[in-house]
């Protein structure tokens, strides 16, 4: 099966502009692959941020976007607060089974 | 408000058998796709399995093939997964998620060991 690829780790500066990407070892991501982005915050359960690439849920705040970046999908978030520290996962569909990311570690600091 | 709970999870040697449950209020679920995904401890996000609308659709991780069975009774709006031959390392928390992976449940805990 196909294995996603997050960065690890990233720091934002409060009120800062960061941005997450998802690639597949498949080759490029495409809107194909229905990218979701899931935040998971330490002993809670997930939460889903974005789903279809850009698509919001109700919940989701203003300050998240999902994108097409290159080859990637991306997430975007614009004006981070401390709450924003959280673990972030990309998950891509694969005409059937789906494939979680090693997940992204956002530190707000 | 949708929410789906999960039980069944518990305790079992390595080799055993445990079925997991998933009841969704609130919800069209016979509409929907539904999924497990998984949680070991201090790990990642894994996604088990799914199963299409009317169930004649199913997927798994390869690490669960053969092993592992989703099932749902859209009479019930519930989704289960049995789960034979366990391994130590599939001791996780399992969460039930629905389509769009919009609504998630609080899991249920699997241990394997002996």
């Known amino acids: 099966q196909a294995v996603v690829t997050q960065e690890p780790s990233l720091t934002v500066s409060p009120g800062g502009t960061v941005t997450l990407t998802c690639g597949s070892s498949?080759?490029?991501?495409?809107?194909?692959?229905?990218p979701f982005w899931v935040q998971q915050k330490p002993g809670q359960a997930p939460t889903t941020l974005i789903y279809?690439?850009?698509n919001k849920h109700s919940w989701t705040p203003a300050r998240f976007s999902g994108s097409l970046l290159g080859a990637k999908a991306a997430l975007t978030l614009s004006g981070a607060q401390p709450e924003d520290e959280a673990e972030y996962y990309c998950?891509?569909?694969?005409?059937?089974?789906?494939?979680f990311g090693g997940g992204t570690k956002l530190t707000v600091l | 408000e949708v929410q789906p709970v999960e039980s069944g999870g518990g305790l079992v040697q390595p080799g055993g058998s445990l079925r997991l449950s998933c009841v969704v209020s609130?919800?069209?679920?016979?509409?929907?796709?539904m999924n497990w995904v998984r949680q070991a401890p201090g790990k990642g996000l894994e996604w088990v399995a799914n199963?299409?609308?009317?169930?004649?659709?199913?997927y798994y991780v390869d690490s669960v093939k053969g092993r592992f069975t989703i099932s749902r009774d859209n009479a019930k709006n519930s989704l289960y997964l049995q789960m034979n031959s366990l391994r130590a390392e599939d001791s996780a928390v399992y969460y039930c998620?629905?389509?769009?992976?919009?609504?998630w449940g609080q899991g249920s805990l699997v241990t394997v060991s002996s």
């Open positions: 998620v629905t389509h769009f992976f919009q609504f």
């Open positions: 609130g919800f069209s679920f016979s509409s929907y796709w």
């Open positions: 199963i299409k609308r009317d169930g004649s659709e199913v």
């Open positions: 498949t080759g490029a991501v495409t809107s194909g692959h229905y």
């Open positions: 279809d690439t850009n």
């Open positions: 998950l891509l569909s694969y005409s059937g089974p789906r494939v």
